[in-house]
């Protein structure tokens, strides 16, 4: 009876390590990384893919390719930070119609209006829920910054 019980506890043992390695398995992220985006300027990467069809992308702010800031006022910043989501969604495979949440983190809200205009160009068809909130300094002292989840079809 004891080495039933034993064999027992083992097997529920077993298969309780097999399906927490499962679940593991499954919530696994892939991290994404694309040169043609700004690189991250900390340690974090530029976005992650998880349950297969669920992206988190970082922060975008108005970086070029090579790391410098895009000289202008929150609408030059805004095309740049726009640009860069666009190019993190393409190497992807796919679209700002993709992004059914966005957070904006502007440095001023008397500049949400022009933001907005040029926020409009990019994601308007989509409409995708959004945050936006006013915030004391942001990276490189720079006007707008922009988070996305993305969605695969």
């Known amino acids: ?5 034993t064999i027992f506890i083992i097997l529920l043992l077993q298969l309780l ?5 499962t679940i593991h398995h499954k919530s696994m992220k892939e991290i994404i990384y694309t040169e043609s985006a700004p690189a991250p300027i900390g340690p974090y990467s530029q976005g992650v893919k998880v349950s297969g069809n669920l992206y988190y992308f970082s922060g975008q702010i ?3 390719a090579h790391g410098a800031i895009v000289e202008g006022g929150i ?5 740049q930070v726009c ?3 666009g190019l993190l969604l393409s190497s992807q495979g796919l679209t700002f119609n993709n992004v059914p949440k966005t957070t904006v983190f502007l440095k ?6 022009a933001m907005n205009e040029v926020y409009s160009e ?19 002292d720079v006007r707008v910054e922009i988070e996305i989840i993305a ?3």
Request: glycine share 4%; net charge positive; with cysteine.
């Open 151 to 153: 969605v695969a079809n």
């Open 75 to 79: 609408k030059e910043q805004t095309h």
């Open 108 to 113: 001023d809200m008397g500049e949400f209006a």
């Open 62 to 64: 108005a970086l070029d």
């Open 17 to 21: 390590v097999a399906s927490c390695s």
């Open 83 to 85: 640009k860069n989501i």
């Open 122 to 140: 990019y994601f308007g068809e989509s409409k995708p829920a959004r945050s936006t909130v006013e915030v004391a300094r942001l990276p490189k």
């Open 1 to 5: 009876m004891k080495q039933n019980i």
